[in-house]
């Protein structure tokens, strides 16, 4: 014990933290996650300067820098809303201000619920009649079978995405250290969870030339490139895109099935903004739908797809709803996995609650339709209208070139920079795209994410611009730009 | 593309899946948590076959393998289901059904919710007026100043006990590889956490002769015996225990942190039964609190403590509310622990909202004062009483030996088994404790988990059995056994 005393006495002289940033986990320390990086911190800042009375050439900040969609004015769906309160507080259920189809909703769920609490737990992949409306929800969206025992509720899709990667991992370093590939830009919770999981991303760039197309000569490139670094095992693609707001053909998909294939990838398919699409001509192909319809060998691959609560027209984010699908995955690594995400004990019950709402909704004839539904489609079309506009009106200042936003929840323009600022940022040590975002910030108030944060072509620059701000209040601020 | 070209062939012809359980990542295949093991599978086979007609030689299966309070009857507390519809559905802020305590909480919460709604994400650790009002909880219960910005929220304790652990691990293996003592027996979210990150367990052991108190000795055992395979790094201590049920004393805890000191390890103190405290002459202390007074250089010492939603006398499991303190952490570690969270946005709001009802519940002269006391007290007593009868119901059995359950909610007894039964549970490559609770469900339907999922002594066997189900119901199975 004689180092123990040494220890004891340099700390009683002088304090020695025993964790120090210098020890702490370099998986961790690495992790990067843009969304809420410093420039939301000093959006914070500038809006407690105007409380306290400074003057800015703005009213306020303005935050654009994540897919928040309540906390920039979109209003919740009354239906989910009601079948929560009744779920929390079944008192509720002989209240006559309630309509009979959350009544029904809410005892169903509960009647799925241990004890009727959504205070229990329930079983780890989620409530069992919730999970069968999930299954419904995709068969008929997809026109192909789903089943309940291959749906998995999740703490938002993040949780569900990290556990399915989670698997992939091999363990080993060196060139057998498990390769994901993602797409660039993409949105950071991919590269923050591989740096935590010590794993070789394998990045493959959107086409931005062609409205952030995914090239497969480009997937074949970065892999080609990654064999001799690591053992790639899963291909991420995200459809719609975040932060670039494409919308994958059918035929991309197809194609991207066929290399994953080819190349003995997991397909991790991303759809949480399956409800979010705008442009003419794009449509949403879910990648469960093409890889069934390819017939064998395809059908038989191997394919995660997730889905979230806070994305769509409910955009109900708090909650941390989320699932996800697996498709065609071996028994023995179903088992694992159901065996792992039972150390989490089970998702949220009042996101999985929200899910089911969203799955399965009030149909025409119900007392809850018709709000509903224009609640609904209040929200897709104001979307759809913004997602033109923001388009719009980027393109219309100089110096700055936006792709059609086809889905998703934003816009991802670049920027060029003159060689004087790219200078000044230097002076400042930030990236030039963080030196713009900073400004833009400090001389508008819109708070928006540098293009880094996500990735993009060297000596590219850009920034993620949510499109969820009322449409005047981005007219506004984006105007002071011009 | 060759190589490729074959797989494609070799596919084509006889499937093989991209993922075998052999190429799962071996940390996550180890990975076991006992509590949700296959007992409980086997449970809801009978449950599943006595609906059938199936004739058993008990009514129904009682399920007492987790700690899932509402789920074996538990009803849940009304002023925090009133404050959690009233978030979820303000419109409910007019009705004359709810007590103006209970409205002015949820104005209260979704004043501190962007947009006001609790569909949004808060900030990653938590909404800010909850943080304070954790820290006032923690304040007065504790007498030492608590500050808001060291509290984070979480998705259940056990979300914040991995975050911890997480940021404690080298990302070496030998003996820089990181070593974190737990306890034995333990809850196994830590054993299953350890072998998540491949960390080396220090395992210490209970002392069951002494009702499962906790000897310094022991930790220095423990510690010696590991240093030369790890880098050990912190301890973990469950006080009130899970699944032992020890009280831990002030003397007790003040070693502890000495023994924590002089080996320069960070402490975890898992605190999520601060309530259920239920033994004559037992007392909760926070390590806080201990550390704080025993003055320098203790009172530096870094510390996580973790409390949670799911226990006490609130038992919302389902709500997946949690949060922790971190006590003298050196600010760049608090720095990257609050990026680190980032990653994951925030926890479930509802479940945020559940936790400030716990730490900040209505005061004499509240109109849901009276109500809330007696809940709170009911489920309190009832736990008290069943702690006692468990106890002497289990002693009272030949071959059975339990320690006073002086806390949290569960007994551990141990069994003391027969060769012959010890001989047929290796005919049937089982565990004596898996043979002997499989037979217990078998014939009595008490649904109880083995001693070994949670660590025991070699050659001592021992269940974990939850103090939750009704008194009678409890009465009546184990009858069944004597």
């Known amino acids: 014990m004689s180092d123990t005393n040494t220890n004891s006495t340099v700390t009683e002289t002088s304090h020695v933290p025993v964790v120090l940033i210098e020890n702490v986990n370099p998986n961790v320390r690495n992790m990067e996650y843009a969304v809420r990086g410093p420039i939301v911190a000093r959006a914070a800042e500038i809006d407690a300067e105007i409380k306290s009375g400074v003057k800015k050439p703005f009213a306020k900040v303005l935050p654009a820098n994540i897919g928040d969609c ?28 309630f309509p009979a189809d959350a009544k029904d909703r809410a005892k169903r769920i509960l ?43 999740c703490t938002g899709a993040s949780d569900g995405i990290k556990t399915i990667l989670s698997m992939l991992m091999t363990g080993k370093t060196g060139n057998e250290r498990a390769g994901i590939m993602i797409p660039v830009p993409q949105y950071p919770l991919y590269s923050a969870t591989l740096t935590e999981y010590n794993a070789q ?23 080609e490139e990654a064999k001799s670094k690591c053992l790639p095992r899963a291909i991420c693609v995200i459809n ?8 994958l053909t059918r035929q991309n998909i197809e194609d991207v099935i066929k290399f994953a294939h080819d190349e003995r990838l997991m397909i991790l398919s991303d759809e949480v903004y399956q409800h979010n699409v705008y442009a003419k001509g794009s449509e949403f192909f879910s990648f469960k739908k093409v890889l069934m319809e390819m017939g064998a060998p395809y059908n038989r691959h191997e394919l995660a797809s997730f889905m979230s609560a806070s994305k769509g027209f409910m955009g109900e984010c708090g909650f941390r709803g989320g699932y996800f699908e697996v498709v065609n995955f071996h028994p023995s690594v179903k088992a694992c996995l159901l065996k792992t995400i039972s150390v989490k004990l089970c998702p949220p019950v009042a996101g999985q609650a929200v899910i089911d709402c969203v799955v399965n909704p009030p149909v025409l004839g119900d007392p809850s339709y018709d709000l509903f539904m224009k609640e609904k489609t209040h929200v897709l079309s104001q979307l759809k209208e913004k997602a033109t506009l923001v388009t719009e009106l980027f393109n219309s200042i100089e110096g700055i070139k936006c792709n059609t936003v086809q889905g998703a929840m934003y816009s991802f323009p670049q920027i060029f920079l003159p060689p004087k600022a790219i200078e000044a940022a230097k002076a400042k040590s930030q990236t030039p795209d963080s030196f713009y975002c900073f400004s833009l910030l400090e001389e508008t108030g819109l708070c928006v994410v540098p293009g880094s944060g996500f990735g993009q072509k060297e000596g590219t620059y850009h920034f993620r611009m949510t499109i969820l701000p009322p449409l005047e209040e981005i007219r506004i601020q984006v105007n002071i730009v011009i």
């Open 70 to 97: 309540h906390a920039t004015g979109q209003t919740p769906i009354t239906f989910i809303r009601q079948v929560i309160a009744l779920c929390a507080y079944p008192e509720l259920l002989t209240s006559p201000e």
């Open 201 to 223: 991303p394998i990045r493959y760039f959107m086409n931005e030339e062609n409205n952030w197309s995914l090239d497969i000569s480009e997937l074949r490139r970065a892999i």
């Open 240 to 247: 719609p895109g975040n932060p670039t707001g494409q919308v």
């Open 111 to 153: 009647a799925g619920c241990r004890g009727g609490s959504i205070g229990s737990y329930t079983a780890s992949p989620g409530v069992e009649v919730i999970r069968q409306d999930i299954a419904a929800y995709i068969e008929k969206r997809d026109g192909v079978p789903s089943k309940s025992e291959d749906i998995v509720l």
